[in-house]
């Protein structure tokens, strides 16, 4: 069983808000980090909407969102019913697979 992230590292940097990003683009960033660093691992279940915008005191909607840059930037996948997962990231590069 996936074990589900607390998130208590998780927070929004004055720097990134100061420099003009959004915070939906912060959130993003600040999720992207913990990712790539490792503090977040292949399979962990990301803190569900409600709680995390509760505990940095934003709303549901810009979680949601921050989410969804994750999914787009192939760092988490959706899954319905269970909430956001972290995607293993592969070190590998995709080849073409056309034929000639």
Do not use: F
């Not at 069983?1 to 100061?18: F, G, N, V, W």
């Amino acid at each position: 069983m996936p074990k589900r992230t607390d998130a208590c590292a998780i927070e929004l940097s004055r720097d990134q808000l100061q420099r003009g990003h959004s915070l939906t683009e912060a959130l993003a960033a600040e999720l992207s980090d913990a990712i790539e660093q490792g503090a977040l691992g292949d399979g962990d279940l990301l803190p569900p909407e409600r709680w995390l915008a509760g505990k940095l005191r934003l709303g549901r909607v810009t979680v949601r969102n921050a989410y969804r840059r994750l999914v787009q930037a192939g760092l988490a996948e959706a899954r319905p019913g269970m909430g956001y997962r972290v995607r293993r990231r592969h070190t590998w590069a995709p080849q073409d697979l056309s034929i000639a």
